[in-house]
């Protein structure tokens, strides 16, 4: 499958919300559309801290997307690099797409002068873990969270 990878942008969102709710309900969660509309609106933000890139088809289709910020780090001079949310169509998957979208945020944290990308995902994401482990190192971190 050819795409072509570009920022997200002003006029997406009819077709990133179908993807956005995939991925939501691939992890089990829900999330309110007005709360989904705010991510959406921080993404494409010129201004903001949230950076997305969709991935296209020749047919100018959606099949999906990658969002990444930055962060300032106690252990290192420059930012890292948090990628967020990643997730690519069923027709998509196991077509290099879900690979593009990763090296596309590993080349964005490289200029922006981060030194490392990380994200998290779950056990049970198995297909994902394969690809995660071929173009990246799994730490033994464990994640904590105290709801507010």
Same mark, same amino acid.
């Given at each position: ?23 939501? &309900? ?61 997730? &690519? ?37 198995? &297909? ?10 799994? &730490? ?9």
């Amino acid at each position: 499958m050819s795409v072509t990878l570009r920022k997200l942008q002003d006029g997406d969102y009819e077709q990133w919300y179908p993807l956005w709710q995939g991925y939501l &309900t691939f992890y089990k969660s829900e999330v309110a559309d007005d709360v989904s509309r705010v991510t959406y609106d921080r993404i494409i933000d010129p201004d903001g801290d949230i950076y997305g890139i969709a991935a296209v088809d020749d047919d100018g289709r959606m099949v999906g997307f990658v969002t990444y910020l930055f962060h300032p780090f106690t252990w290192s001079i420059g930012p890292r690099c948090y990628l967020g949310d990643l997730f &690519t169509s069923e027709d998509a998957r196991g077509k290099g797409v879900a690979r593009s979208l990763i090296d596309a945020v590993h080349q964005a944290a490289k200029e922006h002068g981060a030194e490392q990308v990380y994200w998290l995902t779950q056990e049970f994401n198995y &297909t994902g873990r394969i690809l995660y482990d071929k173009v990246a190192e799994r &730490t033994p971190f464990i994640k904590y969270m105290q709801k507010i």
